[in-house]
């Protein structure tokens, strides 16, 4: 039933881009951890709630093949509007840039390669309006606390995998780096008093952050 609703999801949602079925495709044939990549649903939501946000400015942490960052691109309606993407494996830089290359959304796209805790200093110019975490959940508390004096009251945040497979229910069995990780986070963000939170069950879940105060 539920491999059902996800096919009946998939055909009544708005299609996958050409570029993105090739970009996918390459993702499952050369690649490691296909299940890293956004893929169609959440693509497409990607690219809707950028569309609504409006962004000026995005920073996106893990960019991995760039399945997302192209589809937060795609929602981008600002004719000055951009994205840097930060991704720590070099090794993904040759097909990432090749992916970007495929669709003029790719000029739109600043990739930086490297850790994002150093970048984001270095790049920062204090107009960042909308972030997506989608990197390593071990850090995603140093993220979050790196990013919130950076960024205007209304910016939002966009994190990914923040239900881990259902294993942040019970830190005491899984107690691995990345669940504790997660874990943390999704306490601090629950509980911050300048973030306005909410958890959606896509995927491996994805919350919405809004910065409501300084």
Known sequence: MIEQLDDYILDHISPEPDHLKVLNRHVNTRLLYSRMCSGHLQG????????????????????????????????????EARIDTIEVEDELEDFIREHFSTTPLGQRIDLHIGDALEIIPRI???DWDMVFIDANKRTYVDYIETLLPLLPVDAFILADNTLWDGKIIDTAVNHDAQTLGIAAFNDLVARHPQLETVILPLRDGLTLLRKTRL
Do not use: D, H
């Open 124 to 126: 920062n110019r204090g």
């Open 44 to 79: 497409r939501l990607l690219k809707m709630l950028t569309a609504m946000i409006n962004p000026r400015r995005v920073l996106e942490l893990g960019t991995y093949a760039g399945y997302s960052a192209l589809c937060i691109a795609e929602g981008l309606r600002r004719p």
